[in-house]
Every structure is written in C-alpha cells, then in structure tokens.
C-alpha cells in the first residue's frame, strides 16, 4: 500500500487518510486516560469529577494517526493503510435516547473530522452507527468518503468467537439452543441469520414484538425453530449458548434463567452484562474482537489505552472493517443499514480480513484471558512494518494523581492542551 499512504499537511489543516475511526469512550476510566495522553505528561492530572465537568465541553476530533499493516508483502515491503482516530467524546453516561440530539450532533461533527481528512472510508465504532443509524441524511456533504457502520465484520467475528468457544469447551452447536438478546438490531440479527441453521433452536429477544416476529418468520421459513420473547424470563426452554447484542447504555443486563454452564458472548459496547449478574459456571467471553497480526502503530501512542485488552493489537471488529477494507483497497459502504447482514456477506468481509491478517481475537473476559493467545500467526514473524514485535502484554495504564485547579482553568487549560500537531 506505500503509495497509497497519503501525506499529512497538518499546516493547511487537512490530512489525507486512508480511513478513519470514529469512536468514543464506553466508560470514565477510559475517557479519563485518552485525556490524559491528550494533554501530555507535563500537565498536572485532572482528578474525576473535573472530567466529568469538562468531558462534555470538548469537541468531536482525531486524536491520533493510526498506521496499520498487513501481512500481504508489496515489493517496497508490507501492505499498509494510514488512517485516523477521531473520539466524538460522547460522556459514557449520556448514550440514553435523552441525549440522542446531542449524540448525534457529535458523531455528526466526529464525521465532518474525517471528511475533512480527506478520509477514504470511515469506520463507525460503537453508538457512532447506532445513533446515525436512519439519521445518514445528517452527515456532512461529502465526495469522497464512505460510511460503513462495520457491523458484518463484528458478526463475523461474533460468530467465529461462539464457533470456537464450543469448540474449546467441547459443546456440539447443533445441540444447542441459542438466545440472542437484541436479535432484531443489525449486529444481533446478522448472527441470527448466521447461527439459525446449524443450531437445534433459536430464541430472539428484544423489546419490541413485532420486529421479534418478522424476524423470526424469516428464520422460519428456512426451517428454523424459533421462538420469541420480550422478558427473557419467558422462554419456555434455557439457553445454552447466549449472544448480547443489544445496544445498553450501560452495563444492566441480568440474563436469569439460562443454563448454568451457558457459554454466553457480551458483545455489547458499551458491555450489556450487569457485573452483579451471578453466572458462576457460564463461559462467558467479550465478542466481536479481532486481532491485526501485521501490526499497528497510534501516534501518539494511545497503545493499552484506545485499546484496552490483554492481547496486543486488539480492535473491536466495526472499526477493524474500516482497516480491511481500506488495505484491500475497497472504499464501500460495506455495512449500512439495519437488518441486511447475510452469511455471504459475512464470509466475504471475513475473508477480505484473513487476507491482510486480520483474525478472530484471543478469547477473553473481565477476569482476563480465556486462551493463551499464542497463535501461530505469530511465531517467527517480526513485525517489519511497524518496527518492533507487539508485546504479549498490555502496558499498565498510570493513574496519576489528582490535581486541585478549579474546572475553568482546567477546561481552557485543556482546549489549549489539545493542539498537539495531530489535530484537526
Ligand atoms: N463488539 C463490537 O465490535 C461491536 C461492533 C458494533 C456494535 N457493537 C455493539 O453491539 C450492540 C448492538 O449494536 P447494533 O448496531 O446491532 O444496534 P441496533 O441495530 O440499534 O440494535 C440494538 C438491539 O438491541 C435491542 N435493545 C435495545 N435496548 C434494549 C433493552 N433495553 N433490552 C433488550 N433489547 C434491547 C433493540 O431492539 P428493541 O429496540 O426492540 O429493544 C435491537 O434489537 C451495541 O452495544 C453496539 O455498541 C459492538
């Protein structure tokens, strides 16, 4: 891809991307520490409750470049695609539907950042496509840049996750009765349509009963036994194999009755399983992540804390679909609308990822990793694209300690400390 890298004239204000990333924060801890990065080590820490005070004051903007690399060799060496991340700040305890105009605002100004980069494709991370979601009409004019929400590769990787998990765990899938919980969203659905035929039963969930039902009448006319239900607690039978895919804002989920040693995929951004949930036997495990084997690079390094896993170079799959596609060269909406993701689909932007050594991500969990993560991808492979070998561990995040300015000060403080080169 060297040629393809575009330049970056951050004099004139624009910088040409490949891609871009539009994401936010699924929590204060998280935001806390992109702060942190942000205003550099020399400034004095800003302790939570300023965060809290001044998080809503910034303004959508790239915080970093990010320079990722494939496993297809060019002859000037490996394939590469540069892009950007762009946080829309969206506080994490503001993604309720009561603060959907001024979510949307965000993700709206998050997307005139990428056009204004010059950004081929835009990948849509988290509530950035939930939000957008019937709203694309909103986004600014634009030539040049797609928008993909980056739902089929996170099915894929979903789907793949749940694969291997039975696998690990020694469990026929098609044995199995799966309940997906928010099956009629784009995510939850497109693992339906994937996972319907080779289980023994399916039981989709959501709030709304009507779209349970068309759904469901779909998968039935394929020959699937489906059922549906609003109140989980309504199932006439336990699951034992559980997809959370519904879009929560904030961690609340209580699954009640499902098998005790359920294996169950929180998929969730932010995650959808309450931590007071008791599932002492369940296997569960966060779905939807891959793994860049051919290395990637944040500048500024925001490596351990945009991307915060115990493996390294870990990304959630709708902004790893951005990157596949920019590597493969195919700047295509290739996720948008709700509803449409199919098993072909599915296979075709899985493929598109293995190819540049995009693969499903080490398994894990709140209580950490769930495999050893030493795949073979790795072994004997030095990362020269992007300099040195990933490291098998995830830096340890510093928490400095508080400062005492008042959250006026801190908030011009922190506008001024914002205009690092990087910016936009
Ligand atoms: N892991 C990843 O890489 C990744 C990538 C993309 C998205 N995600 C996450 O996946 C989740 C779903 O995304 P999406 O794009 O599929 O969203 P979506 O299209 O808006 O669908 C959301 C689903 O959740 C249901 N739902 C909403 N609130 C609910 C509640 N309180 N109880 C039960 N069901 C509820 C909705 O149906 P009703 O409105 O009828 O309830 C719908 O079925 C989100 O958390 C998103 O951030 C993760």
Redesign the pocket.
Known sequence: MGDAVASVTTGARTIDADFALIGHQESWRTAADVLAVLRGPERTPLPDEEIKDILPWIPPRAVCHVDVGSIIRTKSGAARARGLYIDSFIPPDRLEAAYVHENIARVRGAAACAIKAGAKIVSL???S??LI?GNFDQLPERHHTVFT???TL?VA??VQGIQKMCALEGRNLSRSTLLI??????????CARCLAPIVKRVLL????VE??RRLAAELQDDGVQVEVA?DLQQFSTEADVVIC????ASP??LLGRIAPDAIVCD????K?LSPTAEMLDAKVF????GQITGGMKFTPDFHGVLNRHPFPDVV?????EGMALALEHRFEAFSQG?GFITQERVDEIGTIAARHGIYLAPLYNADGPLEDGLDARWNGREDESMGERPSRTVGRIERRTSGHRRSSHVRADLMGGLSAPYFI
Do not use: M, Q, W
């Not at 895919?245 to 929560?248: C, Q, Y």
């Not at 966060?286 to 992540?289: E, I, Q, R, V, Y």
């Not at 959630?316 to 790893?320: D, K, T």
């Open positions: 991370g988290g509530f496509s939930i979601e929400t980056g739902n996170t990787f979903i919980v928010g099956a009629t969203g784009d995510v939850g659905s497109g969930s959501a709030r709304k779209r349970l609003t895919a519904a879009s929560l609340s989920l998929a969730g951004y932010p959808n966060f779905g939807g992540l959630h799959g709708c902004l790893l709700r």
